[in-house]
């Protein structure tokens, strides 16, 4: 193969890469329900940061992305007409390491699946606990296949 050759199989490569990405993206939106990224004191009034939304039935799971400076307990209440649910999520560091270093990386312990059984309004109250200065982002995302 020649030098030409050997390029337009790179570029096509590329295209063929970079649609497939494309396209997973837009399928992995369409499954999340809810998100926000807290990290602005501004979002919180009296350290609450509350919205709402509209979510379909199915089967759903939390996906947060925490850091070490964000809330060391994280108070989430969703509440609608037919649907209740709270829960406290208590950040945890994993501690890892390799050659030349030990670093941490950081979860929310708690439960994350949730099941709604209609459509519903829902009011979502976040409490940071007192830490309205530690980003976490928060994610509600229907789970494939439901």
Do not use: C
């Not at 890469?17 to 919180?44: C, Q």
């Not at 925490?66 to 809330?71: A, D, Q």
């Not at 994350?112 to 976490?136: A, H, L, P, W």
């Amino acid at each position: 193969m020649n030098k030409k050759n050997i390029g337009i199989l790179v570029i096509l490569g590329v295209v063929i890469l970079g649609v497939s990405i494309s396209i997973d993206s837009k399928e992995e939106n369409n499954d999340v329900a809810f998100h926000i990224t807290l990290a602005d004191p501004e979002l919180y009034t009296n350290g609450i940061y509350t919205s709402n939304f509209t979510i379909e039935s199915g089967t759903y799971f939390f996906r947060f992305v925490p850091n070490g400076s964000s809330p060391e307990i994280l108070s989430i209440k969703l509440s609608g007409q037919n649907y209740s649910f709270i829960e406290n999520y208590n950040l945890k560091g994993i501690p890892h390491e390799s050659e030349t270093s030990k670093y941490f990386t950081w979860e929310y312990e708690g439960l994350k699946n949730i099941t709604i059984d209609s459509m519903e309004e829902i009011t979502i109250v976040i409490n940071s606990n007192g830490n309205v200065m530690g980003s976490v982002s928060v994610d509600i995302i229907k789970k494939k296949g439901d």
